[in-house]
């Protein structure tokens, strides 16, 4: 394994991290003696398999249903001092409420302690107004820390780029878990800004929101030749010295096998990534066409500056990895939360678009005439059966 220092934390972060909500039992809590014995054995084999090569930061949160009541199973048997055990609770309007799930996070997990506290969820400026105002939950955790039950302070997010930036501008917080790979690069501001403060970096399901990448399509394995997708994405993100360790979300004990061929490219990886980023770019400007490429993010609106709440941004984007990439599976996984995801995935879906008229929201884009149609087409193309969030199901 191989280790970078986590930002002002000064923790020795090792560059896989155990992800906490693939292994359990249930999405809500439900009591101990109803977790078969062939789930825990799975999830103990899983984590014992993460420390054996080195993967010592164990991650989950209070809204990863039975995660935390299944780690304090195994968790307390192993050196404290050789964990780095993260937890997250979302702020809530009452920071009292955030104090009594925080304590039940620790009392699940058995520990004295967490290492890491995320506040979970930093979507949107009415949940950073939560933490940050005088009295807030960010001053419960600083309590907490006080108190000994927290060692360091971060936040998750799945908000836009302005907001995470925001949020580590506040220079209130240790670390960021953040979304940031290959396909979507939009979040690298907010990582600039974590370097620029000392914030440690944490890349959120870069193999799952990354692109289904333990299952990817035929065409996507040949670009990436000779790296799997999943290698080739590690590779990508590591070979950024700003990002500090990548999230595994383990179901079993072999799902590290793959990642683990990274390492071993990590001390110089441009020889190898050069040529598939040049891959990939030239089938994408092939397929959609360069001005397209270069141009089709310009000028987009927000989901609520448009009719209908559409979140033209990330439907034409999935669009491009669906025509480019064959991505057409992770496609319709992302396109169907639209419209049932809150503030973990806003706005809604193109179904309605021909019933809009959208020439306003679309004048500063250079493609306005083109882009109704495109989202038509995508709709066609992605839209079928709603999708939850993995904690809704």
Request: with cysteine; proline share 7%; net charge neutral.
């Amino acid at each position: 394994m191989k280790y970078r220092r986590f930002g002002r934390t000064e923790l020795e972060m090792p560059v896989f991290s155990c992800g906490g909500m693939r292994y359990q039992y249930k999405w809500k809590d439900v009591p101990g003696w109803q977790i078969p014995r062939d789930n825990q054995h799975n999830l103990e084999a899983t984590i014992n398999r993460s420390l054996e090569v080195g993967i010592n930061h164990i991650e989950t949160a209070r809204g990863y249903g039975t995660s935390e009541m299944q780690l304090g199973k195994i968790l307390p048997k192993f050196p404290r001092e050789k964990l780095i055990v993260q937890t997250k609770v979302s702020p809530k309007e009452d920071p009292k409420e955030f104090r009594r799930q925080f304590n039940q996070s620790l009392k699940f997990l058995q520990l004295d302690y967490v290492d890491l506290l995320g506040l979970h969820g930093i979507n949107t400026e009415q949940i950073l107004d939560y933490c940050v105002r005088p009295g807030g939950c960010l001053a419960e955790a600083r309590k907490l820390q006080e108190q000994g039950k927290v060692r360091f302070i971060g936040f998750s997010t799945h908000g836009p780029t302005d907001i995470i930036k925001k949020t580590i501008e506040t220079d209130q917080f240790d670390y960021v878990n953040l979304h940031w790979y290959y396909i979507n690069q939009v979040n690298w501001p907010a990582i600039e800004a974590a370097k620029k403060h000392d914030v440690g970096v944490f890349i959120i399901s870069p193999s799952d929101k990354g692109g289904k990448l333990y299952d990817p399509p035929k065409k996507l394995v040949e670009l990436c030749q000779p790296l799997s997708p999943m290698v080739f994405n590690d590779l990508f993100c590591l070979s950024h010295p700003e990002v500090h360790t990548l999230s595994l979300g383990a179901a079993r004990p072999t799902d590290f096998d793959e990642h683990l061929k990274a390492l071993s490219l990590l001390d110089d990886p441009q020889p190898i990534l050069t040529p598939i980023l040049a891959k990939l770019e030239e089938e994408a400007i092939k397929v959609l066409g360069e001005d397209w490429f270069n141009t089709w993010d310009q000028g987009l609106p927000d989901p609520e500056e448009t009719p209908g709440n559409i979140n033209i941004k990330t439907i034409l984007w999935l669009r491009n990895l669906a025509l480019a990439y064959d991505m057409t599976d992770y496609g319709k996984m992302r396109y169907n939360l639209l419209g049932n995801g809150g503030h973990w995935f806003p706005g809604k879906n193109a179904e309605n678009v021909k019933k809009l008229d959208l020439s306003s929201c679309l004048s500063n884009s250079p493609h306005r005439d083109k882009i109704p149609n495109y989202l038509a087409e995508a709709h066609g193309l992605l839209g079928g059966q709603t999708v939850q969030r993995l904690s809704q199901s």
